[in-house]
Each structure stands twice: as structure tokens, then as C-alpha cells.
């Protein structure tokens, strides 16, 4: 079983629509949170990130972290066509070092 | 300010040759990483720097895979004898330093083939 989970889609949706992407880990030691946004032949760049359990919300987007239930969630409102993509969950544990473990990635297409 | 900046973009070579991948990571960051992303694997920890020192190689999948960071700046991943099983995207990513929670900014990586 890998240690972070994410439904890898494709999701679909039309333009306007409230997006919600999740994922489950299994390790409770991870205490920091991101949500990273990548195109096609492009680098993961950095959406949000949120330190233990809680919201953060930042323009049309917002994290949520439920540390007892090991869920993250990611929504996008007013979604568009330019948030078509892959968005990848990725957490640490805060430690020396601070490597990433990421989830597989959801493909994500908002249709005009 | 310049991103983290890799190079080649494409790489294309034959199975048995050796390949050199370059990072150059943000101006002022200390640490730097190398990530592999596959089909089938997804995005996958490699190898960590401090500096020039790399304390955490634990994501190297073979003695095949080696990485080297000079002035406490650019870095190269080195990989020989390739398999086809190395076909992937070789990302890396810097950030200011590695301990306590410092965002990490990726380039666009090298896209591997193997023939």
C-alpha cells in the first residue's frame, strides 16, 4: 500500500464548477501539507500548503487537513478552463531534509 | 528571478550509455533535490543536498545512480549503463534551506528515453 493515495481521475467538469480533490496517507507523522499544480511538460509548481490540521484559503482555492481521518482535500471554486491539469497532493514529515512524498496526481479538465 | 533550470529538456540515448542530467537551482538555496516521475511510479524522492553534501541518498534505486553538487549550486545526476526501466522525467527542486517547512520550486525536468 503506498503511503499517500489520490484518485487519479480524469476528472471532468464544466466551467463554473466547485472542484474537490482528495487525499488519504496512512503515515501519521506527516505534519506538512501541499497541493502542487502541473501542465503538460511543465514542472509541479506550488498552489497552497497548510501546517497540521485546518483551512487555507488563498483567491479560489482552498486546503483543508484532517489530521484524524489522514484526508486532505483541495477546492477550486469558480473553476476554468486554465485549471485544467494534474494537481498532486504531497506531505512531509518536517524533518532534516524535508523530502516529498506525493500522491499519483488527478487530471483535472474543466470544459468551456 | 530565474527558476530552477535543467537541462537537456529531451533526452534520447541508447540502452548501455551513460547520461548527465544538470539542475541549477534558485540563487540562494541551500538545498536541492532530485525527483524521477514515471507512468507507473509517479513522482518519486531521489537523493537530498545540503550544500554539496548529500545526506539523504535513500531514493537512488541502484548503484547505477549517482548525483554530485559543486559550489553549493549546480548539480548533475549521473546515470550509467541506462536501462529502459530509467525512462522517466528527472525533476529537481531547490528550496532555501531543509530543515523546518521551506516550500520546494521545481524545474521543468529532463524527459529520459531509453531505446
Known amino acids: 500500500q503506498k503511503e499517500v493515495e489520490q484518485d487519479p481521475g480524469p476528472l471532468s467538469v464544466p466551467e463554473g464548477a466547485i472542484v474537490s480533490l482528495n487525499c488519504t496517507y496512512s503515515?501519521?507523522?506527516?505534519?506538512?501539507f501541499m497541493w502542487y499544480r502541473q501542465y503538460s511538460r511543465k514542472g509541479p509548481e506550488l498552489l497552497m500548503y497548510?501546517?497540521?490540521?485546518g483551512n487555507k484559503e488563498d483567491g479560489r482555492f482552498t486546503a483543508q487537513v484532517d489530521k484524524s481521518s489522514k484526508y486532505i482535500s483541495l477546492f477550486i471554486r469558480d473553476s476554468q478552463p486554465s485549471d485544467s491539469a494534474t494537481y498532486l497532493c504531497?506531505?512531509?514529515?518536517?524533518?532534516?531534509?524535508?523530502?516529498?512524498?506525493f500522491g499519483a496526481g488527478t487530471i483535472l479538465r474543466v470544459k468551456s | 528571478g530565474a527558476g530552477v533550470s535543467q537541462s537537456p529538456s529531451n533526452k534520447v540515448t541508447e540502452k548501455g550509455k551513460d547520461v548527465e542530467l544538470r539542475c541549477d537551482p534558485i540563487s540562494g538555496h541551500t538545498a536541492l533535490y532530485w525527483y524521477r516521475q514515471s507512468l507507473g511510479q509517479g513522482l518519486e524522492f531521489l537523493i537530498y543536498f545540503q550544500g554539496n553534501s548529500a545526506p539523504d541518498k535513500s531514493g537512488l534505486p541502484s548503484d547505477r545512480f549517482s548525483a554530485e553538487r559543486t559550489g553549493g549550486s549546480v548539480s548533475t545526476l549521473t546515470i550509467q549503463r541506462t536501462q529502459q526501466e530509467d525512462s522517466a522525467v528527472y525533476l529537481c527542486a531547490s528550496s532555501l534551506e531543509g530543515q523546518g517547512y521551506q516550500p520546494q520550486h521545481f524545474g521543468d525536468g529532463t524527459r529520459l528515453s531509453i531505446l
Open positions: 503515515n501519521s507523522a506527516f505534519q506538512y
Open positions: 504531497a506531505m512531509n514529515k518536517g524533518e532534516y531534509g524535508n523530502k516529498l512524498v
Open positions: 497548510t501546517y497540521s490540521s
